[in-house]
């Protein structure tokens, strides 16, 4: 029930593109992607919900792909406060917002 | 700084002992939930609560209990300590119960049992 997400860890330099998947085996009602740097709180990024609502941070884009029951959160032009690991929570229907998180993907972002 | 408070901030005790972590959430949110996270590792949910009840529940121990009081914080006790139950302890609060709220998480607990 775990979500998969994909890859494992990225490594860019500043300035460039990434995309973290985030695929379920079970349907959808919604999907939040948080950041965490190590050793302190998660930060909401954005939630993607079932019927195409989205709501999050201006500088943050995603996806969400309800027939395949995938998620994709594109970091563009990345900064160096972009790294840290990014999480995709998942939700489901009648799942009172309980979340479901995927193990993380690890973002390094260098000079 | 979210608006979610944790206390203590950090937590060592011995095996077999009793802990109990605290969580105030964000002013006007219902709902707390409780995430434990082992050495980088994910954040697993425990357990849920809205308005005072027990809404949803995870992979929650025996041994670990919570619960949410009129004023709306939130307690969560963890008894017969092992050395498996190390971790970072995060409270989180949302608005909504049901349907998607962004969840606000606190700075955690770190517990280490000896």
């Known amino acids: 029930q775990q979500p998969v997400q994909s890859p494992q860890a990225v490594i860019l330099r500043e300035g460039e593109d990434a995309v973290i998947n985030c695929s379920s085996s079970k349907a959808l009602y919604s999907v939040h992607w948080y950041r965490q740097k190590h050793g302190e709180a998660p930060v909401f990024l954005m939630i993607?919900?079932?019927?195409?609502e989205q709501k999050g941070h201006e500088k943050i884009s995603a996806s969400f792909n309800e027939k395949k029951q995938q998620s994709s959160l594109y970091l563009t032009a990345s900064q160096l406060s972009y790294s840290g690991t990014y999480f995709c929570?998942?939700?489901?229907?009648?799942?009172?917002?309980?979340?479901?998180f995927g193990a993380g993907t690890r973002l390094a972002v260098h000079p | 700084d979210s608006g979610v408070t944790q206390t203590p901030k950090h937590l060592i005790t011995a095996t077999g002992q009793r802990v109990t972590l605290r969580c105030s959430p964000r002013s006007g949110d219902l709902s707390v939930y409780w995430y434990q996270q082992s050495l980088d590792q994910g954040l697993q949910f425990l357990i849920q609560?809205?308005?005072?009840?027990?809404?949803a529940k995870g992979n929650i121990l025996e041994r670990f209990s919570a619960q949410q009081f009129p004023d709306l914080h939130s307690e969560l006790n963890l008894s017969s300590l092992e050395l498996g139950d190390s971790a970072l302890y995060f409270c989180?609060?949302?608005?909504?119960?049901?349907?998607?709220?962004?969840?606000?998480f606190g700075p955690g607990t770190r517990l280490t049992v000896l």
């Open positions: 609560y809205y308005n005072g009840e027990e809404r």
């Open positions: 989180a609060s949302s608005v909504a119960s049901g349907g998607a709220g962004e969840q606000f």
């Open positions: 993607l919900l079932k019927g195409g």
């Open positions: 929570g998942t939700g489901f229907s009648g799942g009172y917002n309980k979340l479901i």
